[in-house]
């Protein structure tokens, strides 16, 4: 059993790498899937002391992004469906990027919702065209592997990202670092 899961999973990731557009997709699943958690990491650091206000408030913020997912993702089916495939990834892309920073430094309850929101909305169209192409790329036997790579790939660099996220973040806290630059070091954990 072992052996076939080994290689069903170097069938895969062959094929990934066998086509640029599929290389790109799960090169920008994991981009997005490292700036998101060493983000909000770096949001966390310094905020409310008191746990039952911080995870309050973090169940709204979420709350306030997936609204803005939602309309994202409306976005995704109208205006932006005629775009190509690559530039909504990459726009999204650079979007998320500026507005994650915009995230870490952002202190007021308002700010934070509304940079929430507008994560949401630039995270939608990326991840709509990364799973089309995935659906239109990947062949009917090698979906489920694919997709269960993309899982993999967004969980592992996600957790890894957030572990390099928190260990900038306690190391800005024992130097004392001013917010601004512990939150810059806290995203540029890991490069």
């Known amino acids: 059993m072992s052996g076939r899961v080994a290689r069903d999973f170097s069938d895969a990731v062959r094929l990934i790498r066998s086509d640029r557009r599929l290389g790109f997709v799960f090169v920008t699943i994991a ?8 983000g909000l990491c ?3 650091r310094g905020r409310a002391d008191d ?21 994202g993702s409306l976005l995704a089916g109208t ?7 690559h530039r909504t990834i990459t726009g999204g892309l650079l979007a998320l990027g500026f507005l994650v920073l915009v995230f870490a430094e952002s202190t007021t309850f308002v700010g934070v919702a509304l940079v929430a929101f507008l994560i949401g909305m630039s995270l939608a169209p990326i991840v709509i065209s990364q799973d089309t192409w995935l659906h239109e790329l990947l062949p009917e036997r ?7 790579i993309r899982e993999l790939l967004n969980n ?3 957790a890894l990202a957030a572990v390099l996220a928190a260990a900038g973040v ?22």
């Open 79 to 85: 205006a932006l469906r005629r775009w190509p495939r």
């Open 170 to 191: 306690l190391m800005a806290s024992v130097l004392v670092l001013p917010n601004r630059t512990g939150s810059l070091c806290t995203l540029l954990a890991g490069h």
């Open 31 to 38: 981009l997005m899937a490292a700036g998101l958690r060493r």
């Open 156 to 158: 592992a660099v996600g």
């Open 51 to 71: 746990p039952a206000v911080r995870h309050e408030r973090a169940g709204a913020h979420r709350g306030i992004g997936a609204g803005g997912t939602v309309l």
């Open 142 to 148: 090698m979906r489920g592997r694919g997709f269960a």
């Open 42 to 44: 770096a949001h966390s």
